[in-house]
């Protein structure tokens, strides 16, 4: 193994980080990827930011809210010292123009929905039935924001804290007109660093220590230099030559570095998971008999596949909600412990899939086959052909036909329901069980697999209008629905919930890496 060079970052406040792919925008309200995500949180700001182990901060808001008795509108006092990059405040009436236009319609912005079911009147101007300026978001003055919201939410500052809900300035974006966000030059930013040298498509741009922000004062880092680096090896190359100060590791190389000093493990609110498509092109599938499913889902060793296959600190998971996201109000536990204890899951069992699969050949015929849709990275097909060998070696008669293609091109057919089992993941939007759950509702844009459970629905929806008041109702819901998503009617089976293994250079100290919402934070980030 080579040794790693001293970093030449360790002589000054600069880091150089990696990413693994482009940013698609830094237009706020149509961001979608992680990575566009993770840029907009270093130099935009919001009325919370995510801090250090995933605890909400103050951000542009100067205190926490004046909260109504009826739980429905929240009054923030915005920081009187806080600025855009060109010292033009920050006010009110920016958060009130950058929601407005998230949900009006002819925006398209694909993360719209977040304001659905939230904020008030948010459902009914994005479907066209009331006009824009019936939001639920007020500039009382310049810096006093009124929210009202259209039912109680117990995760609002989750959503609060989400890039959708970032402000913009009004003036400035009509300004720029068709070129506002094109570039690193066409914005303005808020957050603890702007942006230079982004041109819209490149594969490196860079973060500077904006002067302008109200807590510059303990922003240590002087710049971060960031480099879109796509091959595996090339990533760990530079990393050893002292070019970079993290690199996260794909299966083949957390093998391999496995017990160096500069590994750490970032655990994600990251499950990923079978999905069992009911319906295709209008038919019925094989996966709509249950016995199909309920034996599939039991038919793969989970725990080796983690291991061999994954090796990066990703840990088996038999639930759609992943440990970490949400914890009960009043006893503290974690959603998962919780469901565990309340529900027995599937999960790897050769005979009681092969007694499933017995039932299930009686109804659907002793041979079946069955395409397996995924990505075509390398690690997505040494995943898909453990899958195929785990479940034709325990479901004799099973054949499993790959389908491996370019991310794009699986999103499509997801989309349009054109699979029978994929290999998907969902990473959480906010910290609530309700961000993995409510994927399930009959009609739901996300699942696509053509699953529909009346009671199922119903617990969901009672979640979010007649229980969402009360914690505890809700909780319950949620392990009710949970357990008949996996266990009573099979229709997705969870694999694992992901951890990244990262090189780091151990001289970086405060780079806040999350859970969920954006890879990191750097605000608070040195070099020692």
Known sequence: MQQKKEATSSKEQTIRLLEASQIATMDSVMSTDVVSGTAMDQVFEGLYILGKDDKFELGVAAAEPTISSDNK???FKLREDANWSNGTPVTAQDFVYGWKKAVNPDTGSQYAYMFDGFIANASDIMAGKKELDSLGV???DDKTLEVTLERPT?????????VTFLPQNEKYVKEQGKNYAKSSDNLIYNGAFTMKDWDGNGDSWEYVKNDKYWGAEDVKLANAKISVVKQPSTGINLYTKGEADAVTLSAEYAKQYANDDDKITVAQASVFYMKFNQKRNGKATILANEHVRKAIAQAYNKEAYVKNILANGSVVSDQQVPAGLAKNEKTEEDFTKTAAAANDYLTFDVKAAQKEWKLAQKEVGEKVTLELLSDDTDNAKSSSQYMKDQLETNLPGLTVSLKNVPF??????????DFDIELSGWGADFQDPLTFLELYVTGGTNANINYSNKEYDALINASKSTDASDPQKRWD?????????????AAISPIYQRSLAILQNPAIKDLYRHN?????????????
Do not use: C, H, P
């Not at 117990?154 to 989400?162: I, M």
């Not at 794009?408 to 329901?417: A, E, F, I, T, W």
């Not at 954006?518 to 070099?527: E, G, N, Q, R, W």
């Open 516 to 528: 969920f919402g954006s890879d990191y934070s750097l605000k608070a980030a040195y070099i020692k």
């Open 154 to 162: 117990t995760y609002a500052k989750s959503l609060f804290a989400f």
């Open 477 to 489: 819901n949620f392990v009710k629905a949970q357990n008949m998503l996996i266990n009573e009617d």
């Open 73 to 75: 509108t929240y009054t």
């Open 408 to 417: 794009n091109n699986r999103v499509d057919l997801d989309s349009k329901s």
């Open 138 to 140: 007020k500039a009382v």
